[in-house]
């Protein structure tokens, strides 16, 4: 009925940047708090950032300063511009949005399937 896809991961050298774009679709009324998260292999799915529809974006330490997350309301879209990017940026990088379906009244946490992200030389 949503669904999130995700776009833009890939092989990068160190230093260089990324654009991941997610698209959400389906039968949507409303938006809330859309973002990122990140997983490394054997490590726990952590917060990379999010942007609540009105409100202050929050960012993980790891990334101030050299992630930049975006919002385009009008396409239900999210970005995440990766700039500096260091071999531990390595994940695979995860969309996540609170989404209100049309004919519900709650706003239910919905998740991409993932785009993999690589920085080495």
């Known amino acids: 009925q949503v669904q999130l896809v995700e776009s833009g991961g890939g092989l990068v050298q160190p230093g260089g940047s990324l654009r991941l774009s997610c698209a959400a679709s389906g039968s949507i009324f409303s938006i809330n708090a859309m973002g990122w998260y990140r997983q490394a292999p054997g490590k726990e799915r952590e917060l990379v950032a999010t942007?609540?529809?009105?409100?202050?974006?929050n960012y993980a330490d790891s990334v101030k300063g050299r992630f930049t997350v975006s919002r385009d309301n009008a396409k239900n879209t999210v970005y995440l511009q990766m700039n500096s990017l260091k071999p531990e940026d390595t994940a695979v990088y995860y969309c996540?949005?609170?989404?209100?379906?049309?004919?519900?009244?709650?706003?239910?946490?919905?998740w991409g399937q993932g785009t993999l992200v690589t920085v080495s030389s």
């Open positions: 942007m609540p529809s009105g409100g202050h974006t």
């Open positions: 996540n949005a609170r989404i209100m379906v049309v004919g519900d009244y709650r706003y239910l946490e919905r």
